[in-house]
């Protein structure tokens, strides 16, 4: 008996070695809490679970809307050198509008991001990224049909304390009564490193339409990560809009977790 435990106790001393080893080797890269997606995959046979909630506040319209969403998850499976599967999930949602209480659940979305190049010579590090939006949210509410979008993400490092990421893409939406809703959407944001582990961001994002009139839809926020082990970091963010159909404001708080081997 004493025999096995010690087998047992070593085999699980080497097992805690190579997890430490394999978290060691890879760098902790989100694509929360900020609107822009990194350009780097998760490394093949790992698993990372980013979630958090959010609070939109929007008075522009007049109609004195509260929205609460909990948890908006996005699990990310690396399953290749350059290829990693996404699932999405909207979570639950709490709005209020006019005193009047609703509450429903959002989509399921599924896709994938595949890396492209490194960043080498000046050029920015770029993946590609797809995506399909199930909807099993309230049908009373919004569209029956598939969402889809794609996206280009750009990464680009300055120093070893700045960074900055970009994105440009096509999504299309299924609009209730009304037909698939086409825009551009874009994001810039600037990272910047404040201490060991410590980082913050701000950037600018929005939408425009492609076959409809109107402005489109511009939004400014940022926000801070905290890495508290090598493999989680929590987050907190805050943004405002900057054109009235955007929103008023959001405040989010969040964590991201990589799985081992």
Known sequence: MTREIKKIASITSILLVLNSITLGEHELVTDR???TESSRVIPVGLIQIESGWVYTLNNNTGAG???????????????LANVE??????????????GVKRRGSGDVGVGTKIHLRDEVNRKP?????????????????????????????????????????FNTGVSWSAQKEENTLAEFNYTAALGINLVSGVGMFVEIFGDIPLNSSGTGFHSLDGGFTVIIRENLQWDFSGGISLTEQAGEGF??????????R
């Open 85 to 98: 599967l996404r699932l999405a999930v909207d979570g639950g949602y709490w709005e209020k509008t006019d």
């Open 33 to 35: 809490p900020d609107q």
């Open 251 to 260: 405040i989010g708080l969040g964590f991201s977790w990589r799985l081992p």
């Open 125 to 165: 590090e770029t993946a590609l990224l797809a995506f399909i939006s199930i909807p099993t949210h309230d049908r009373k509410l919004l569209g029956e049909e598939l969402d889809a979008a794609f996206r280009l993400t750009f990464s680009y490092t300055f120093s070893d304390r700045l960074s900055s990421g």
């Open 65 to 79: 809307q509260q929205i609460s969403r909990f948890p908006s998850s996005l699990v990310r499976i690396g399953v």
